[in-house]
């Protein structure tokens, strides 16, 4: 392999770790920095990463390359430094437009190399954002750093990405090339490490098609349509997702003009903002898009799709070598994790005293700057060790929090079964973990004002004990609807030992007198707090996390309690050790 085609790959890889890192992190870290400005009005950074986005998409084509390879090297090591992505999605709104410009230029082969490369890091991270992990976030690093010094040994300035390009990327962010996105788009609720490694490679074959099915445009047009639409038919969104993405690659050829790139870059700021909304729309003013998801992303390929029509693009295959190490890549990646990790649940003996935690995770994200907590979460379950987990805000897949597959990092390193229920989109809802056999007995969505709410029923079978987890409204006069709601979902057989959950209720709330008039605190004495969130002179501090027990439960409590100082979540953990009768 001679040198210049050593620094094509060198820059391809960097090129597609970046452009998938930098979507990830500037959608994140937007998303988080404008909750903080919606729910206590905190006016940094707000909204400035967008608008340093938009900028950057109108200045790009007037960088020099080694101006561009300074914003990479500055992205990269920002990621080392940090995971809060209030801060580093300000780099990201210039890394991103960079990306872009280069994608331009390089080879389609050495993109579909480095989206590649990106995912083996999701492998190596088990489902986790890459930048959370120490291990992952220092070899994303190094790809990017790599690349950004082949760029600067070059000479010229980058190249304008045009509006088709930022209809490409917006493509990629709504999940395509995200294993676990595409499971969970497709109805699979329950699945583990070895599932998710299998379907990375159907992913990864799905990227180095991509070059083939070039040859074939009218083909890969139409692929792209129907393989969306495949999103109606569910499972079948299983084989036609990856061939939508593979229908993308091929053609990124024709969508390498140079005209109206900032109206591509507010095109993806809107096609963001509304995938958001598919999940909380009604709480951001988007509520016709509540679980849309699946129309918008068949709008967005329609829009690509049209953007590259009957263009036409000589495109050039990779070579054996080069297929076959990207693919050893990902092998060597996939052999690593599913040696060292759990493949599946590791079942414990039944036993009569239990510990049960009811712990909202704030969507994979700690409480303040926007900073990924996967890591930080399984670290505190692998230090406290609960039996039986019900979990709130619990992520499997969303684009506000870059992917994170919660349910899969926390079964892979520390043995759980889970039972998730998603609220809507297959990505977004409640799941209890324990380390037993579980059945889930019945779910719903709970009747609301505001966003989504849900609810899960589920058994745990060893211990012949019934819980169910929720989580309630934002409104008074809605949670009393559903505590009104969710008593009448516990008496169904079989009824339910314990309610667990994130009620957003005060202790005095008609909501919590609803739900005590046949189930009973786990407290005697409530805490001081279970949610609390504090910048400057903001200060929101609340007692709405409960563990509720039948009342006709012949179960003793022997002791309870709240990790208050642990600041994973928004959140704390609240716990209760349970002696079974």
Known sequence: MNVEVKGKILLGIGTGVLLASSLRVFVAGAYSSLEKTFFYGMKFPSALGVALFIIAALVVGRLSRKSGAAIIAAYALALLATDATEYTHLLAAFALPVALALVKEIEVKYLAMGLVADLGLRVLAVGAEPADTPHTRIILAVFMLLGAYTLSKEPGTLKKPGFELYTFAALLELGLIYPNAVLRYSGIKVYYLPTFVGFSFVIALALLLGPYLSKRQGVATALLVLGSATLFLKPLSLVGLPLALASAIALVENAKGSKWGVIGAVYLFIVSTLALGTYVGRDIGLPFMEDRLEALIFAASLVYALSTYRKHSEVSLPTTRETAGTLGGLAVASLIVLALFHPGPSYAEAKKEVVIWTYNVHQGFGPYDGAFNGYELVNLLREQKPDIWAGQEVVGGMIGNGYQD???????????????????????????????????????????????????????????????????????????????????????????????????????????????????????ERPPYTFLWKRGD?????????????KDWPAEVKDYGCLCDVEVSDHRPVWALIELP
């Open 538 to 550: 903001v200060v929101d501090r609340e007692n709405i996390d409960y563990i509720l027990l039948k």
């Open 406 to 524: 919660v349910p899969l990092f926390v079964s892979a390193y520390l043995g759980y079964a889970y039972e998730y229920k998603p609220t809507v989109e297959g990505t977004y809802g409640v799941a209890v973990f324990s380390h037993w056999h579980m059945k889930t007995e019945g779910e719903l969505n709970l009747k609301s004002v505001g966003q989504a709410r849900p609810a899960q029923k589920v058994t745990i079978e060893e211990l012949g004990l019934t819980v169910i987890n929720v989580h309630m409204g934002l409104s008074e006069e809605e949670r009393a609807m559903q505590a009104e709601e969710l008593l009448k979902f516990a008496r169904e057989p079989p009824v339910a030992h314990i309610i667990a959950g994130d009620t957003n209720a005060e202790p005095d709330e008609e909501a919590i007198k609803i739900l005590t008039r046949e189930y009973r605190d786990a407290f005697s």
